[in-house]
């Protein structure tokens, strides 16, 4: 069982930056795929970027290459997300995800994942 506490969000202006957090309870962190997902209000859930469980790996959705960085700290039981240039677009609630791979292999997928936060509200005024 795994925990997944999101922080960090709020309100900022186009071209700012906001870094989210997402604390892990339990002792096999390490173990875990972990994704970020943002659903924006009228749409479904859709994948961000997953880093892997040792942290080697990552992948992006196109729309935030180049803005947006994941990063993982396995002895805080911590991922991170560092968000910058945002625009009104990335306006959603963003929510945390792990997902017990047992492999190399990450998914960009939801429905892959086990765990999820509650979510933290990002908006970006234009």
């Known amino acids: 069982q795994v925990q997944l506490v999101e922080s960090g969000g709020g309100f900022v202006q186009a071209g700012g930056s906001l870094r989210l957090s997402c604390a892990a309870s339990?002792?096999?962190?390490?173990?875990?795929?972990m994704g970020w997902f943002r659903q924006a209000p009228g749409k479904e859930r859709e994948f961000v970027v997953v880093?892997?469980?040792?942290?080697?790996?990552?992948y992006y959705t196109d729309s935030v290459k180049g803005r947006f960085t994941i990063s993982r700290d396995n002895a805080k039981n911590t991922v991170y997300l560092q968000m910058n240039n945002l625009k009104s677009e990335d306006t959603a609630v963003y929510y945390c995800?792990?997902?017990?791979?047992?492999?190399?292999?990450?998914?960009?997928?939801?429905?892959?994942?086990?765990?999820w936060g509650q979510g933290t509200q990002v908006t970006v005024s234009s």
């Open positions: 880093i892997n469980r040792r942290g080697f790996r990552t």
């Open positions: 995800a792990a997902r017990d791979s047992g492999s190399d292999y990450i998914s960009a997928n939801r429905n892959d994942y086990d765990y």
């Open positions: 339990g002792r096999t962190f390490s173990s875990y795929d």
